[in-house]
């Protein structure tokens, strides 16, 4: 029996990137640098150290569609970013598909903090998975690839509908 992830996609489709591809929207207000935006909702950053089924035990954080449940790791949270836009994925052709994704910029001590996260999750020998988290719900649990140096990411492999979901509820 095959299991799928949050959002109904099966978990392994779900990657975790540095190309940044956005052509959208920028969302949240202005901070005291015009270069920040200052997020509705703080966005926090975890291992997903264990993933359960639909009823959440004590200690697991509920995912979007409450199909799955998270035991998160020790993460860190991020309460502004650089930007966060809702756009179209780009082939390796270099073609616009009709893939929408989220696009993050973090600012520079988020983006350390990132990389180092996304390095040891990315070295596991397992498919670990990346939980983020918005207002006590993982919107996003994606399997880290490869270590994102740049605290540049892009989310994919999306309905449109839940990507703008997840940049509402950050943004």
């Known amino acids: 029996m095959a299991t799928t992830g949050a959002m109904g996609m099966d978990p392994g489709r779900w990657r975790l990137g540095a ?15 015009p270069g920040e935006v200052t997020l ?22 509920p995912g979007p569609d409450h199909s799955e449940c998270f035991a998160l790791g020790e993460g860190f949270e991020v309460t502004a970013v650089q930007e966060i836009e809702l756009g179209s994925a780009v ?5 616009i598909t009709d ?57 994919r492999g999306w309905h449109e509908a839940h990507a703008r979901a997840f940049v509402d509820g950050a943004g």
């Open 19 to 33: 190309a940044v591809v956005g052509i959208g929207l920028l969302l949240g207000g202005c901070a005291d640098d």
């Open 40 to 61: 509705a909702e703080p966005l926090t950053f975890a291992p997903a150290d264990d993933v359960a089924g639909p009823d959440c035990d004590e200690g697991y954080v």
């Open 91 to 95: 082939s390796d052709a270099g073609q």
């Open 99 to 155: 893939e929408t994704v989220v696009t993050i910029a973090l600012l520079p001590d988020d983006a350390a903090a990132f990389a180092d996260l996304t390095e040891a999750l990315a070295a596991a020998e397992d498919r670990e998975r990346l939980a983020m988290v918005v207002a006590g719900e993982v919107v996003s649990a994606p399997v880290v690839v490869e270590r994102v140096p740049t605290g540049e990411l892009t989310i």
